[in-house]
């Protein structure tokens, strides 16, 4: 199941969905017989910034998806009645809201977590209690990344803007100038700090609680970080200040994608033995038991737009040095030990997919594109026909949901649909998304004969909402939240409903993981 963590709902929730929330639906995903749960990435993303793949930090937890609740210092303040009545009214109203309301999520969140943090200092760390020396060796077990992510969001709320408009010394990371404000801000690096242990502690008693009822977390290694990082502000000479990247055209987007963000400076990575990548590869499998690579064609060649307009290029430019350099990433993604999946959607080269066949890296089969292009008519390819080292899906992040596109295709298109033997009982002049037309494709997609399969919520529950239209900022992207609490998982009608539809599936073609759903 593909769920976004911020899409979940629950009653104690503060308007977005939380790290605790993934133990009560790994827990309905399990006695679904269902043992996958894919999220978006959850790394901590800029202040008015909403999509999840333009993060602070590769590394870093965003802090907004703490539970406030299980955080021991704010419980001992008073909790939601330490907030006063102008700040309690707008949490209800957040609680509440049709979608994510970002702004009033992060400043609620922010005001409770200094009073959290604060009770912490004095109580805790000032007196070198107990929780003191847990937090001590959290930051010394995490100081390869979390030093230069603390100093660099000390900084930025120092300076609220982007790192290249701070003083020279700092861009340019002088040794002198980086000790004086590691002294000046160390309140506020303590701060930061915290933050990240108390997400960390969350994480882990989540992903235990996920195993126990049998499911694994799959998470979502995004391609790229922002301009404004973490990471580039303490690498720079690691990527291209001079150039973006970004998407040739494609079906997203005629004209292709500038994302605005630094391209790698692969040369320099190759130099450092990819010590970077290997870092966030092993914060991945900490995290993680699987996950996406994001963007895969991206790590065998960049589509790099340079700054002064000239023509955009991809980088490595043969063939060869391409394969040399996916192959050579692969690894050291896989090296960490989680399971690897790559999302090689778009304009991908034939001898991308090789390689990841070869690799046993699971690509995506999404069936809506999955056709025999080569064959007269272009007929739906049979999903028992798909390669078992990949993924089957009915659709992504990106794309509209399965009953949107049901219902927006036009008449020729939908008889091909029809023609896929698990959909031979539809009638194709059918142009409504009814529950039978529902049940047909998800039968399709769960005798495909793909190792792993994973649905977007949307496309379980046969709703219209979508997560995010690309090359597009709205107020509807990255906002969807769930339609009801998890906490009515076990009673609502709409998820009793689909409870039993994806039990029924995953038994009847023999993937369900759970001997309960029966």
């Known amino acids: 199941m593909l769920v976004p963590l911020f899409s979940l709902r629950s ?52 802090p907004m998806y703490l539970s406030l609740p299980d955080i021991e210092d704010f419980q001992a303040v008073g909790g939601e009645q330490a907030l006063d009545a102008g700040r309690r009214a ?15 999520v ?52 120092r300076y609220e803007s982007h790192w290249e408009s701070w003083p020279a010394e700092l861009r340019q990371r002088r040794p002198q100038a980086l000790v004086e404000q590691r002294r000046a801000l160390a309140d506020e690096i303590l701060f930061r700090q915290y933050l990240q242990w108390q997400a960390q502690l969350q994480w882990q008693e989540a992903r235990r609680a996920a195993a126990q009822f049998g499911v694994r977390l799959k998470g979502d290694l995004p391609f790229m ?21 970004g998407a040739p055209p494609d079906a997203f987007s005629v004209n292709g994608q500038n994302w605005g963000l630094p391209a790698y ?38 589509y790099t737009i340079p700054r002064d307009r000239s023509q955009p290029y991809f980088s490595p430019g043969r063939e060869e040095e391409q394969h040399a350099l996916g192959e050579r990433l692969m690894g050291v993604f896989k090296s960490a030990g989680a399971v690897v999946m790559a999302e ?21 089969k999404v069936l809506r594109w999955e056709r025999e292009w080569h064959t007269p008519g272009q007929p739906f390819r049979d999903p028992p026909a798909y390669p078992e080292v990949s993924v089957a899906c009915s659709g992504t992040h990106d794309t509209e949901t399965m009953a949107v596109w049901w219902e927006q295709i036009d008449g020729h298109e939908r008889r091909e649909v029809c023609r896929i033997p698990a959909m031979r009982s539809i009638n194709p002049e059918e142009r409504f998304f009814t529950p039978t037309v529902h049940q047909a494709l998800l039968e399709a997609l769960y005798g495909a004969g793909s190792r792993y399969l ?42 009793r409903q689909a409870f039993h539809r994806i039990a029924g599936c995953a038994l009847r073609h023999g993937r369900s993981s759970a001997a309960r759903a029966a």
């Open 90 to 104: 707008r949490l209800e109203a957040a609680r509440e809201a049709p979608r994510v309301d970002y702004d009033a």
């Open 106 to 157: 992060r400043e609620l969140k922010r005001h409770a977590l200094r009073l959290a943090f604060e009770r912490f200092r004095e109580h805790e760390y000032a007196r070198g209690s107990r929780r003191a020396g847990a937090f001590d060796s959290f930051v010394e077990e995490h100081a390869g990344w979390l030093r230069d992510y603390a100093l660099f969001r000390a900084l930025h709320h």
């Open 265 to 302: 400076n692969w040369e320099a990575m190759a130099a450092d033995d990819c010590t970077w990548l290997r870092g966030r590869a092993r914060r991945a499998a900490e995290l993680f038991d699987a996950y996406r690579v994001d963007h895969l064609v991206g790590f065998y060649r960049t």
């Open 344 to 364: 090689d959607l778009g304009t991908v080269p034939d001898f991308v997919r090789h390689s990841l066949a070869r690799q046993d890296i699971a690509g995506y």
């Open 454 to 495: 994973v649905l977007p919520i949307q496309d379980v529950l046969g709703t219209r909402e979508r997560i995010n239209l690309p090359a597009s900022v709205g107020p509807e992207n990255w906002t969807y939240r769930l339609p009801m609490n998890t906490s009515e998982m076990g009673s609502h009608t709409q998820w």
């Open 11 to 62: 009653q104690r929730g503060w308007g977005i969905g939380e790290i605790p929330d993934l133990k009560d639906f790994s827990n309905w995903l399990a006695d679904a017989g269902h043992g996958l749960l894919q999220l978006l990435p959850v790394n901590e993303v800029a202040p008015g910034e909403n999509s999840p793949y333009a993060s602070m930090s590769a590394f870093a937890l965003d």
């Open 225 to 245: 970080v922002s301009g404004h990082s973490a990471d580039v502000w303490a690498l720079q000479h690691q990527f291209r200040m001079d150039a973006w990247v």
